[in-house]
């Protein structure tokens, strides 16, 4: 029986004392420095710092687990520091705490075992990609009985399988594969759930349940490998019923040791889709104890309240988690020294710091020790629902995660969500420190996405890099027993603890407007997934243009969508409407040439782009702070009129397609048209739509005529987009879409991206500048048409958009102003139309537009439009949708309803 392993560990006393000398040295020679001057700003004591680690990551708090009563002592400990720093509690009625519920806290206890006791005796090890491990709700007891293989533990006599035919499980332990028959009805395998087999089991008699864990370790697992873990909640296992989990080393001892292979039972299982099971003959022991519960643990709070009266009611909270993962399954402590002790040590030794310097905040000061953030940062959140001081009054919370080991680097988590605030906030650090910072976008493993969740700026310090779990990682027993004091650098400790003071003295008696709505509306701008459905940029790239550079000219290059913190950007390949049968053989050719660029694009800026041809692939990109790259087509002319040509440039990577242009394709009308030539879609034109949704393509109505627009809806089995259309209601142009369009649209669960040309988005406007094109092109003796006028050449070109642009320029500003309010007018329409905002997104047609609205002249300016919703009250939610996450709805869908097609 193995017990709770300890460390080898000098005795707490023995630490204490240790810890408790260095203190006093190191007071000694503040209090020297102190006496010549008491002004200094707060020096941070590492020693000092390590001492409270040296306490809290001790064996006996057994790993500091919310909801046990180690934790609440440690929670006491941090609390007994913060009041002889003369700080004031901030908890529940005057106390320290602010008790947090947990309704469905667990645990495991020892003794926890798997062993074959006979035809010889082997033990078994549990933990985490070790020998087995008990599932989470399994009953509590120990249980003694032959191993029986019963297949997947299926009895479904509608679909001919019975896994138990074969076998008598009465007081024996059952073994079986995860997941269920191939064949089994889709109800039926609704119905099997692992619930369904550990009772089955135990009503045939069983004893207990292995489920083999056939993931091989420290390998990837292939297309179609993947295994479900059966899970149960507490409660779903029979009393008494024990429920393990165990992998090959096991399975190949109990089968061995009687000369069966276990391989050759699942093989043919899985090949002749029939039930193959066996008793063993070997004699299997295994122990387990589960606990759950409604449980309570505390965040701890202490305030040090401002002075200034106009300041005071507004806070900057700094806080960490206390909480670590108590004792594993495997008996070991998980002390928790790095993850996250460092964080009680820094927040008192911060404290302690400024009280020392004799500090007197004009804002409120909160420092925080939550409870939880190892079950998913339930303290914080509790937080956040009941924060002591109210959300829209916290300027900042500090988050601080695992400052103990690594290098001397500073990895902040939100110094590029929250970049502006962030300006401010780092004026109280020296050069050195700056020269340590470096940003970690999107980072979300920590306290700090609480706040964010609540569009509170929060920023998170670690040291060193970002896990990598290899044996150079920076922080190398991440959720490791060995993860104690005696890897910790208190020189480190010392950096955290002056990065903090240095921030907060300056910051919390700062008279700057640290409440500007501004930062709150940039993160939230920031932390969506924004999305632009179309532009026609991939040509400037083509023309030799450097889009790694920030250019004068033109609405898109790299540097643009990172200040518009672009998640995903779809290209379009353009297929103009072929003039002649020569023309229309050849469109593929210049659309494969434009999906090559995009592809050249990617691959010279593979640290700023990344194509995306899924879902995942998007996600990846943000997670990686790329900018996602999704080749679109616009115009179907580009397929010549054959799927097969659909099919290649599905495979060259396209997920879109616009099914025209301006004017009709051979199978499918368009809004240009005078008169529509098809009715519609042709049956072609349906066979097109059929194919896209079998090969996963978004389809795109944008410029489509109405009937065709009518048929599509009709005909598709995925969500389709307009991605760079109006509301016609606002703007009278074939190219925008009718409310009925709209509402159609909606029904479908589809996206219409809002257009940036000003001839979309103000009635007549298009009219008004068509106008004035005709007189000027009649003035310099040219006919009214862009095409003409460009052959003209060069000089006759130049002379004559000079007049143009003048010409119109007076004319423009006679003009209602189009500009951002107008685009967020379009967006409020198609919300009031479809009755909610998930129908609408963003489609700028950037680098195709002679104009744009003001106020979005480039990607760079797309926070704009987000100002504008917030100035207009849309939710965050409904914002998030907006600016991309309607789209991925969509993209996600379409997805979906390929996998659902084969």
Known sequence: MKRIASRPLAPIAALIALAASLVLISSAASGQVAKKKTSLRPAADGAKAFA??????????????????EYRRAAEYVAAEMQKLGLKPGGDNGTWFQEVPFKNWSDFEQPIRLEIVS?????????????FAPVSGTGSGAVRGGLVFAGYGVVSEKDGWNDYAAVDVKGKVVLLLPDLPADLAEDSKTAWTFEKKVKTAAEKGAVGLIEMDLSTPGQPRQPGQRQRAGALRAGQAPAGFVVLRAGRDFLNDAFYLVGKSWRDLVSKTLRLKRSATLDLGVEVEMEARFVSGERTAPNVIGILPGTEPKLKSEAIVMGGHLDHLGVGVDGWIYPGADDNATSAAVILETARALVAAKFKPARTIVFCSWAGEEIGLVGSRYYTEHPVFPLDKTALYMNIDMVGTGDSDLLIGGM?????????????????TIAK??????????????????????????????LTEGLDDEHPEYHQPGDGPGIIDPDLLRLAVQYHCDILWPLASSRENLLDPVHRTLFLHRDAAVIDMHCDTISRFMAGEDLAQDLPRGHIDIP???????????????????????????????????????????????????LVTSVQEAGAARNASKTGILIGIEGGYAIENDLVLLRQFYKAGVRLM???????????????DPQPSHGGLTDLGESVVAEMNRLGMIIDVSHVHDETFADVLRLSKAPVVASHSCARALASHHRNLSDDMLKTLAEKNGVVGINFWPGFLQDGYEAKQTAIFEKTAADHGLPADRAAIFLAGPAVRDK?????????????????PVDVKTVVDHIDHVVKVTGDADHVGLGSDFDGLSETASGLENAGLLPNITKELVRRGYKAEDIRKILGGNFMRVFGAVERAKEAAK
Do not use: M
């Open 52 to 69: 409270h680690i040296a306490f809290l990551a001790s064996n006996d708090f057994k790993g500091r687990k919310s909801g046990t009563p």
């Open 119 to 131: 035809p010889s005796r082997r033990v078994y090890f549990a933990g985490r990609g070790r020998d």
């Open 416 to 432: 590029t969500e929250f970049a502006e605030l962030f300006e401010i906030v780092k004026r109280g650090l020296d050069a050195a």
């Open 437 to 466: 910072l470096k940003p970690r976008p999107n980072y979300r493993g920590s306290d700090h996405t609480s706040f964010w969740a609540k569009n509170v700026p929060a920023i998170s310090l670690r040291t060193g890099e970002v």
């Open 560 to 610: 643009k969508l990172e200040r518009g913190a672009v998640d995903l950007q779809v290209f379009a390949c353009f297929a103009p409407p072929p003039g002649n049968d020569l023309e229309k053989a050849r469109s593929s050719n210049g659309v494969f040439a434009q999906i090559e660029s995009v592809h050249k694009l990617v691959e010279k800026n593979p640290g700023k782009l990344a």
């Open 658 to 672: 616009t099914l025209t242009h301006w004017t009709a394709t051979d199978w499918a009308d368009a809004s240009g």
């Open 800 to 816: 004559f958009y000079a007049d143009f642009r003048a010409r119109w320029a007076g004319i423009k500003i006679t003009l209602p």
